[in-house]
């Protein structure tokens, strides 16, 4: 059940990566597990065949794009940290410990969200509209994607 639930919540929340609107439909639409292979194997080269950038664009977009990365690398390392910690600790988990582990799973997750916000008002600034908001789509799938491996190797029960 949970499992159903999990694909459901990602199909909802996701949209497929296929190519833009004005060329025609890809043959096989990418699946999350297209997705999570293409990402793990060239992140960049996703990203790269999805925005369909003209030279000019490019040249704007890379650095905003590795700029990006850069600073969810870091988000990225913190929010594993504090999962590691919990994972590590859940038998001996004290009240003090879990507050900690609470606010830097939070704080991560509000830095990602800012993060987030001023990339797309730098993409906003360097592209076209519809290209900006592409990169956030390509962006959100991946991430969708990842947060569930995430979600799916953390148990709820004991």
Do not use: C, H
Not at 92 to 112: G, V, Y
């Amino acid at each position: 059940m949970k499992t159903l639930l999990a694909a459901a919540a990602i199909a909802a929340f996701v949209a497929p990566l296929g190519a833009p609107a004005q060329q025609p439909a890809a043959p096989a639409a990418q699946t999350a597990d297209s997705v999570r292979q293409a990402a793990r194997s060239d992140k960049r080269g996703l990203v790269e065949r999805n925005m369909d950038l003209t030279a000019g664009e490019a040249k704007k977009f890379w650095p905003l794009y590795d700029a990006y990365q850069a600073e969810l690398d870091k988000i990225n390392a913190r929010q594993t940290r504090a999962m590691l910690d919990y994972v590590a600790s859940e038998s001996s988990l004290t009240d003090a410990n879990a507050k900690r582990i609470a606010k830097e799973l939070l704080a991560a997750d509000a830095d990602e969200m800012k993060l987030r916000e001023r990339t797309a008002k730098k993409m906003a600034a360097a592209l076209p509209a519809k290209k900006a908001v592409r990169f956030l789509q390509i962006e959100n799938k991946i991430r969708a994607v990842q947060r569930y491996d995430i979600a799916e190797q953390m148990k709820l029960a004991k």
